[in-house]
């Protein structure tokens, strides 16, 4: 009788079953009749009996046909095998990683291959995941639907999900991935994670610094202690490569100081046992103090004169040594070199370094490099974007010279777009030959379309909706298309417009717009708000501009306007004109119908490094607008502005800017009650452009005082001293103004900038002035001396008439002396008394601090301002804000 023999190996849901792939299960051996005791003699061991292949067969198997498993294996149908063959076809079985239980049964050389096969995966599902989004740990996880679940790649994702974690902080964070089965042979794989706290930086220890305070070394790091002057920073979480950067900044610092043997001993980060907080502790060793000894300059290349490059080195002997100071001069060297066309000159510092006398001596050596030429400009990453709107902003053409100053330049223009992300750099690689070069231009373009639906709260025009579309970048051709509507309380606007910044692709700008603007001016009477006149705006405009050099421009325009200015009838209306008792005599020759056509020109000259977020460079620029080209109005309105950006380190930007402007009124006479310019065309100064006073808060005004004292009802008395303005302010505006601010931009910590927060302060300082004073009206009772009695005006609101108060005499004919009332149907006028205010050149100025920020609802800016200097009759404010509008 043959023995039958089988060898078995399973493996079930545990991986670790897997991996034991080394045992097999012999069938059982009939018994054999026992040979009688002896003593046997050595022998050497058996070797395997190999068997010859008969048969393979596959059970077991859903998905995968049998041929595909068959493929995974090296045993074949004639082939011989024995033991150790089998062994390691179990064991190719296991790398697949597409079975949970598997096993071979060997019945006299055939062979027969159970399997029973991994689950489809359905759904990989995330739970417990607050701080971080899906988004952000979906691309972390390779399991996916469809796939086979295998446990490894489970623990991969776990192990990838907890380093993402890690990186944002949280080092107590724990995943637990579960298996829910599913018919038909799926699995849906949950990450149940627990985010844990953020693991905050609790202390910072510094052990060997004797020169510098820990609190000057700790001001230095990015890695902030955690306290609450520190809350909203992001820098207080351990992050393995910020403590890299910080000892680099350590060293720096010392550097700069002079330390040139400063060193970083051990940098050791320790978690608590609770796994929240992190205990940083630096080791340093600062060493001795340098000074700069003798510095010299060494070039090879001819158009670089050493004596007088040395003449221009920042550093002097006997300085301390600033490793900072080494490195600028080394980049302003190669900076100067590529004004050249030197691309690639290698300035090499020499270092002397004189443990003796403390001194660092420094040899520039300037090594010789041959001039080079723009081979080629590369311009990749844009999808939307045409190649012509980036290439036109180079001001360096294939097979010019090259020139650091064009590149620098063609950076900055190209930021200036606003197109692409921001401190785009041009890279400058090796060309073909030592004397090309290739300026490689790598852009990451940003959404350039803007649709907004808004709605605010603003302290000027109170409740407001804004409704806005606009494509900065239109068709991928740098061409703008806007369209807005916006309406508040006091101001509606509609407008339509577009612009080509290169017609024909040739440096010339023409655009123009169509709009309706709808203007309620209006004043504070005891903090309440009411309309005075309203202005309605029909008009067009078409412009165009060209450059006359790199940084001057030259812009003209033409625009047609339609002016409907009215006053409220039911309140400055007696009858069917203008009441000047009730609106004021320059209100009253305010209103009418007019048109204006007006012809003017911009000269603009801008070297700043970017036109929307400047920190460095200058803008000046000259306007004159011409009206009288046609139409009823006729002026010339000229404005010259300036402003300066200093980019003062650390990234402090302050902003010096200026503007002042005169309008000079021509055709046509003045009348005795008017000013040849009108109220509408005149310049006026306040709020928002400042701050500190309230809008149209500066300059000529006419103030009403209506505070009458009726102690003695036969004796009424006008108080003027007081400032009650309850009945009218009027703001008049003037024919000249000037305005200038002083702004410094104060940097925030990393968590402060994430959110958008851009604080700033400031000083405003400014006049508007020059008007023709206006004819006043007062209303006054008086006391007639006939019969001794006060009177006051009355009027007939049904008529219009108006007369004095009327008095009944005594029966014998003499005056009663009684306080005299209206007739029957008239009502008594209010005594009042206006009064001219504001109309000088001398300056107003405020001081204050704001904060832009980007809010989740929207831009915000905030404002707080202080008046140091007014003007009788001007109306200060010191808060401010808007929400919802653009600043």
């Not at 390691?88 to 296991?94: F, G, H, S, V, Y």
């Not at 309230?694 to 009424?716: E, F, H, K, Q």
Request: proline share 5%; hydrophobic share 35%; glycine share 8%.
């Amino acid at each position: 009788m043959n023995s039958v023999a089988s060898h078995k190996f399973s493996a079930r849901t545990q991986l670790s079953a897997l991996l034991m792939a080394g045992t097999m299960l012999g069938a059982p051996v009939m018994a054999q009749e026992v040979a009688p005791p002896r003593v046997p003699a050595p022998a050497p061991e058996a070797a395997p009996v190999a068997t010859t292949v008969k048969s393979i067969t596959v059970v077991g198997n859903q998905r995968l046909e049998a041929q595909t498993i068959l493929s995974y294996l090296r045993l074949r149908v004639g082939q011989q095998y024995n033991r150790a063959v089998l062994d390691q076809a179990l064991k190719d079985l296991a790398a697949t990683e597409l079975f949970k239980d598997y096993q071979i049964t060997d019945n006299d050389g055939a062979l027969t291959i159970q399997v029973a096969e991994n689950p489809v995966i359905n759904r990989v599902i995330l739970e417990g995941n607050k701080r971080l989004k899906e988004d952000k740990i979906r691309p972390e996880i390779k399991l996916a639907p469809r796939q086979i679940f295998t446990r490894s790649k489970v623990r991969a994702d776990v192990a990838r999900i907890i380093e993402l974690y890690k990186r944002q902080g949280r080092f107590a964070a724990t995943v637990e991935p579960k298996m829910v089965s599913l018919d038909q042979n799926r699995v849906d794989v949950v990450f149940e994670i627990n985010e844990g706290p953020k693991s905050k930086v609790r202390q910072i220890n510094i052990i060997g610094n004797e020169k510098f305070s820990d609190g000057d070394l700790k001001d230095e790091m990015a890695t902030k202690q955690s306290s609450l002057m520190t809350i909203l920073s992001s820098n207080t979480s351990y992050d393995p490569d910020r403590l890299a950067y910080d000892q680099q900044k350590l060293k720096l610092f010392y550097l700069t100081n002079g330390y040139a043997d400063f060193r970083t001993i051990s940098a050791v980060a320790e978690l608590t046992s609770n796994k929240q907080d992190f205990i940083i502790t630096y080791v340093v060793e600062e060493g001795e103090r340098y000074k700069f000894g003798d510095i010299d300059v060494k070039s090879e290349i001819r158009d670089f004169q050493p004596e007088m490059l040395k003449k221009l080195l920042p550093m002097k002997k006997d300085d301390w040594y600033d490793a900072k100071l080494v490195e600028d001069t080394i980049e302003s060297l190669s900076e100067t070199a590529g004004l050249f066309g030197y691309a690639f000159a290698d300035i090499n510092p020499e270092f002397r370094r004189d443990p003796e006398t403390r001194t660092m001596a420094i040899t520039f050596n300037v090594a010789e490099s041959p001039r080079t030429y723009v081979e080629r400009i590369d311009v990749n990453g844009n999808t939307l974007t045409h190649d012509k709107v980036v290439r036109r902003e180079f001001r360096l053409n294939e097979g010019d010279a090259f020139n650091s100053f064009g590149v620098k330049r063609t950076e900055n223009r190209i930021n200036s777009l606003g197109y692409f992300q921001e401190n785009l750099e041009i890279q400058r690689k090796e060309g073909s030959a030592p004397d090309r070069i290739i300026l490689e231009t790598n852009v990451e373009e940003k959404p350039t379309g803007e649709l907004s639906l808004s709605a605010g709260f603003s302290s000027i025009e109170n409740f407001l909706l804004q409704a806005s579309i606009r494509q900065r970048n239109f068709r991928g051709l740098g061409q703008q298309l806007q369209a807005s509507v916006n309406y508040s309380s006091y101001s509606k606007s509609i407008e339509l417009g577009f612009t080509e910044p290169y017609l024909f692709d040739r440096n010339i700008s023409i655009g123009g717009s169509v709009y309706r603007r709808d203007l309620n001016s209006f004043n504070f009477i005891n903090n309440d708000r009411r309309t005075t006149f309203q202005q309605v705006t029909t008009g067009a405009q078409i412009n165009a501009g060209v450059p006359l050099t790199e940084f001057m421009s030259f812009f003209a325009r033409y625009s047609i306007n339609f002016d409907d200015v009215t006053l409220d009838k039911s309140i400055y209306y007696f009858g069917d004109e203008c009441d000047p008792l009730v609106a004021g005599r320059y209100l009253c020759d305010a209103i009418g119908n007019r048109t204006t056509s007006l012809l003017g020109y911009t000269l603009a000259y801008d070297d700043r490094d970017n036109r929307l977020r400047p920190t460095r460079g200058q803008s000046l620029s000259l306007s004159q607008d011409f009206a009288g080209l046609g139409g009823s109005v006729k002026y010339v309105r000229t404005r010259l502005s300036g402003s300066k950006h200093f980019n003062l380190g650390s990234r402090f930007i302050l902003n010096v800017s200026a503007e002042g402007g005169y309008i000079y009124p021509f055709g046509g006479r003045p009348t005795p009650t008017s000013d040849k310019v009108r109220l509408t065309d005149r310049f006026f100064l306040g709020e928002p452009q400042m701050r500190g006073f309230d809008i149209r808060g500066i300059g000529p005004r006419v103030i009403r005082y209506g505070s009458v004292d009726l102690t003695d009802p036969a004796n009424p008395v006008l108080d003027t001293t007081t400032d009650d303005r309850g009945q009218i302010d009027d703001a008049l505006g003037g024919r000249a103004y000037y305005q200038g601010r002083i702004e410094l931009d104060i940097p925030l910590g990393t968590g402060a900038k994430e959110m958008g927060l851009r604080p700033s302060i400031f000083l405003d300082v400014g006049s508007v002035f020059s008007v023709r004073r206006p004819q006043l009206t007062t209303l006054a009772n008086f006391r007639d001396p006939a019969d001794g009695l006060t009177k006051y005006l009355c009027r007939n609101a049904t008529t219009g008439q108006q007369n004095f108060a009327t008095n009944t005499p005594n029966a014998d004919g003499t005056p009663s002396g009684q306080y005299q009332t209206c007739a029957t149907g008239f009502s008594p006028l209010a005594p009042f008394e206006e009064r001219f205010f504001g109309d000088t050149w001398m300056p107003r100025v405020s001081i204050g601090a704001g904060v832009n920020w980007n809010s989740p609802f929207g831009p915000f800016r905030i404002d707080f301002a202080y008046a140091l200097r007014k003007e009788e009759g001007d109306d200060t404010k010191r808060f401010s804000f808007n929400v919802g509008t653009q600043f």
